[in-house]
Structures are given as structure tokens and as C-alpha cells.
């Protein structure tokens, strides 16, 4: 029904369905990070080229791709992601990115030129993921993107800085971990992110899970022994399908988490 003085047609809602982005669909939830998101999109407020830094496992994949989730209404050509995990050969990370936009090689042009003819006068969000063993082709690319595409802004994971003129460098913390040396009662311990993550993280390992008086110290011993680092959190959580909290805490010694690699779609 049209109704008197109301327009007939409105906008298209902005969700990541009608916006231009390649951004992966999470299948679980993405815990705290409430200071660090905001953080770096101040930073991407004021700086062309933004690089999260920190360990194997410390959530950097999984920070960029939040922050760019809630900024893809603030780039008109939208926010898109391409994963350099995969990559073995530094001459394919301008074709990775020239794939991610469609861009095709052509005679006599090499790709970068070629992209910088495509994201000239686009505005939009390029996020690099896992650039640390690609450091001199990521850089180079960057630099000569930036220079060329005044629209562009750039954020990539890594676990050291690529060294190009402008970056602004974050370092991920790992979560909020407790002290289990203190008491805390349950209340206090939900307050950290790391207790967060592993209680929503075992739910999932173990259904009938749930933080209680009995287990609370060991949850804290775990995320404190695991240092906040999220991945490692999430292996440790993912042992409630065979062993107790209890068991698991009394065997971080002899585990053998792999927190290092790729951590896509984790917190």
C-alpha cells in the first residue's frame, strides 16, 4: 500500500548481504574486544595503512574482520578481504588481490597497474590477512596501492610490521584474563574475556557445561595458564568433549596446543 507523502521506494538495508564485501559468515560469536575495536577504527580514522600485530593465535584474523564488518557502511565500494595464509610465492599476492576484485591480467601491463587502474577512485577497505611471511611483497604492494588510490585504506594482520611509510602498527593484546591467586565469585569471573570465551566455547563441546562454584577455579587457572590467547583458549575448551575442567587444567603441562598458524574465524 502507497502511502500519501511517504516515498514508494526506499534503500536497501546495509547488512553484509547487499554490500559489497567478501567477508565470511562466523559461525560463532565474537567475544569482547570491545576497547580494541574501537581502537582500530580510530586508527583507520587517521591512517591509510593499519597492521595488527601479535602472536599465532592471539585473534588478529578475527579483530580485522569485525572492524571491518562495522565500518562497511563508511566505504561506498564496500570492505574486502583477501587471505594470504594459503600463499607460498610473494609474485602471487598481487594476483590474490587482483582475484578478489575480478581484475584479469592483460598483455603488456603488469597487475599492479592493473589494479590501480580498478581502485583508483574507489573508496574502500582492503583487509590483508596473515601478510608476516610475505612481508616484501605485501609492503610493496601496499605502497604502490596507497600512493595511487588517494581512496584506499588498507588494514592487514601480521606478526610484524611491513615497514611502509604511514603504518600505524597495533599490537593485540590477549584477553582479560583472572588472577587465580584471588578469589572471585562467578559474577567476577564473567567479567573476563577469556572465562567468556571458554565457557561459551565449552558449551559448545558440552552441552549440559556451565560455570559453578565447583569449576570456577579451574576455568581461571586455564585462561591464566593459557596466557588470554584465544585460540589456545578455544583447544583447551574443545577437551570438554572427553575430560573435566579439573582434568584439563591438571594437564596443560603436557599439552601440545597449536597456537600458531591461522586462526581464521576465531575471536
Given at each position: 500500500?502507497?502511502?500519501?507523502?511517504?516515498?514508494?521506494d526506499?534503500p536497501a538495508?546495509?547488512?553484509?548481504?547487499?554490500?559489497?564485501?567478501n567477508?565470511?559468515?562466523?559461525?560463532?560469536?565474537?567475544?569482547?574486544?570491545?576497547?580494541e575495536?574501537?581502537?582500530v577504527?580510530?586508527?583507520?580514522?587517521e591512517?591509510?595503512?593499519?597492521?595488527?600485530?601479535?602472536?599465532?593465535?592471539?585473534?588478529?584474523?578475527?579483530?580485522?574482520?569485525?572492524?571491518?564488518?562495522?565500518?562497511?557502511?563508511?566505504?561506498?565500494?564496500?570492505?574486502?578481504?583477501?587471505?594470504?595464509?594459503?600463499?607460498?610465492?610473494?609474485?602471487?599476492?598481487?594476483?590474490?588481490?587482483?582475484?578478489t576484485?575480478?581484475?584479469?591480467?592483460?598483455?603488456?601491463?603488469?597487475?599492479?597497474?592493473?589494479?590501480?587502474?580498478?581502485l583508483?577512485?574507489?573508496?574502500?577497505?582492503?583487509v590483508?590477512?596473515?601478510c608476516?611471511?610475505?612481508?616484501?611483497?605485501?609492503?610493496?604492494?601496499?605502497?604502490?596501492?596507497?600512493?595511487?588510490?588517494?581512496?584506499?585504506?588498507?588494514?592487514?594482520?601480521?606478526?610484524?610490521?611491513?615497514?611502509?611509510?604511514?603504518?600505524?602498527?597495533?599490537?593485540?593484546?590477549?584477553?582479560?584474563?583472572p588472577?587465580?591467586?584471588?578469589?572471585?565469585?562467578?559474577?567476577?569471573?564473567?567479567?573476563?574475556?577469556?572465562?567468556?570465551?571458554f565457557?561459551?566455547?565449552?558449551?559448545?563441546?558440552?552441552?549440559?557445561?556451565?560455570?559453578?562454584?565447583?569449576?570456577?577455579?579451574?576455568?581461571?587457572?586455564?585462561?591464566?595458564?593459557?596466557d588470554?590467547?584465544?585460540l589456545?583458549?578455544?583447544l583447551?575448551?574443545a577437551?570438554?568433549?572427553?575430560?573435566?575442567v579439573?582434568?584439563?587444567?591438571?594437564?596443560?603441562?603436557?599439552?601440545?596446543?597449536?597456537?600458531e598458524?591461522?586462526?581464521?574465524?576465531?575471536?
Amino acid at each position: 500500500m502507497i502511502v500519501p507523502g511517504l516515498p514508494a521506494d526506499f534503500p536497501a538495508l546495509k547488512t553484509l548481504d547487499v554490500i559489497s564485501n567478501n567477508l565470511p559468515i562466523q559461525l560463532n560469536s565474537f567475544i569482547g574486544r570491545e576497547r580494541e575495536i574501537e581502537d582500530v577504527k580510530r586508527l583507520l580514522t587517521e591512517s591509510r595503512l593499519v597492521t595488527l600485530m601479535g602472536p599465532g593465535g592471539a585473534g588478529k584474523t578475527r579483530l580485522s574482520m569485525q572492524v571491518a564488518a562495522d565500518l562497511i557502511d563508511q566505504f561506498p565500494k564496500g570492505v574486502w578481504l583477501v587471505e594470504l595464509a594459503p600463499l607460498t610465492d610473494p609474485a602471487l599476492v598481487a594476483q590474490a588481490i587482483a582475484s578478489t576484485f575480478g581484475v584479469r591480467e592483460a598483455a603488456g601491463r603488469s597487475l599492479r597497474d592493473l589494479l590501480v587502474d580498478f581502485l583508483q577512485a574507489k573508496s574502500l577497505l582492503l583487509v590483508l590477512d596473515n601478510c608476516e611471511h610475505l612481508l616484501a611483497a605485501c609492503a610493496q604492494t601496499a605502497s604502490v596501492l596507497l600512493r595511487a588510490c588517494p581512496n584506499l585504506k588498507i588494514l592487514t594482520s601480521s606478526r610484524t610490521p611491513l615497514g611502509v611509510p604511514g603504518e600505524v602498527t597495533y599490537h593485540v593484546p590477549p584477553l582479560s584474563r583472572p588472577d587465580p591467586k584471588r578469589a572471585h565469585s562467578l559474577e567476577q569471573l564473567t567479567q573476563f574475556e577469556s572465562v567468556r570465551l571458554f565457557v561459551e566455547r565449552g558449551v559448545h563441546s558440552q552441552p549440559r557445561f556451565a560455570l559453578t562454584e565447583a569449576n570456577a577455579p579451574a576455568v581461571a587457572q586455564i585462561c591464566h595458564r593459557l596466557d588470554g590467547i584465544p585460540l589456545a583458549i578455544e583447544l583447551a575448551a574443545a577437551r570438554l568433549r572427553v575430560l573435566s575442567v579439573d582434568q584439563i587444567a591438571a594437564r596443560l603441562d603436557r599439552f601440545k596446543l597449536p597456537v600458531e598458524g591461522s586462526a581464521r574465524g576465531r575471536p
